[in-house]
């Protein structure tokens, strides 16, 4: 037990030290790139560098490194170096995705979903395309259990289906509405540090040793790089942060057998999506700055994403709209991890 815990303890110590460094190492490098996103939420708008989710992926690669590298040399294994190995290679293809997106900056605003924006991006009916990259090792490598439990009817078995069709949707719907929702400091990895926080502590106690050992890797390196993106940001996480926390996540649900917790504490995501649905996806979170540093939604009454709902209610500032929802994601996990204490999940 001691050294199954260490194993665990010691890749997460290194992941949280790489992010950490990576981090400030990604912010001084991408600004003289040029490779940077504007902060609207301010009295003036600011250019920060961007696509700071490279340093996360990074840190949780080289945790999964540092385990396999102690696997070969140092102790006997109880993980799958393969299948480690996969969830890295699935990491770095869907992180590089979101980087591709993140570069490309334009000198002039051009038209961005709803708004006019210097990043360009990608077209949207590439982003789905290309984050199916993310899926390709998982599916190479057969994995998860093929069987689904449902709550009230037990175990469902559905064969090739699983890695076949099961996992490449879960990669790109869960890349892509994880991005769906941001635009606010410390909202992106607030939100996913509270998501793999809870499935940490449902591995521990429920899941299983890989699903404990990803989501404590993921949920360290998103810590590490929290400080840097919250309230007078430093660093925007871009696209490379959400597709690589998707992807992430993705694994563990599928490696750590935690679909149905995965699915409840994707939740306020699943809104956003049928939320941004409504408009085709051509929608900005932000609201209209005022004068107090507050927000208004920016269409009326018309709601098209859970931040609008946030500044429909109350007059908040952007402090106040990403603790409501990070609040709202805990929710949901608390909501999951006590269906499973109870029984019924």
Sequence with gaps: MYNTYLTIIVPSIIAFVVTLFGTRFVIS???GAGVIAEDRNKEKTLRLPSSGGIAVAMGIIVGILTYTFGGSFIFNPSLSISNLLAIALSIILIAFVGLIDDINVREKRVNSTDIKDIRKGLDQWQKPLLTLLGALPLMAINAGIHHLYLPFIGLIYIGMLYPLIVI????????????????????????TAVASLGILIYSLFYGNYIGTFVSALLFVSIIAFLPFNT???RIIPGDSF?????????????MGNAEIFGLIIFIPWIIEFFLHMRRKFKVTDLGIRQRDGTFK????NKIYSLTHFVMSKKRMNEKDITYCLVAFEAVFVIIGLLLKVFGIL
């Excluded at 939604?297 to 009326?300: A, D, H, I, R």
């Design 29 to 31: 490098y991408f600004s």
């Design 168 to 191: 490449p949707l879960a990669v790109v719907f869960v890349s892509n509405s994880v991005n769906l929702l941001g635009g606010f400091d410390g909202l992106q990895p607030g939100m």
């Design 231 to 233: 309230f007078r940001s």
């Design 242 to 254: 959400t597709y690589a926390v998707g992807g992430t996540l993705v694994a563990i649900m599928v």
């Design 297 to 300: 939604p920016p269409y009326g």
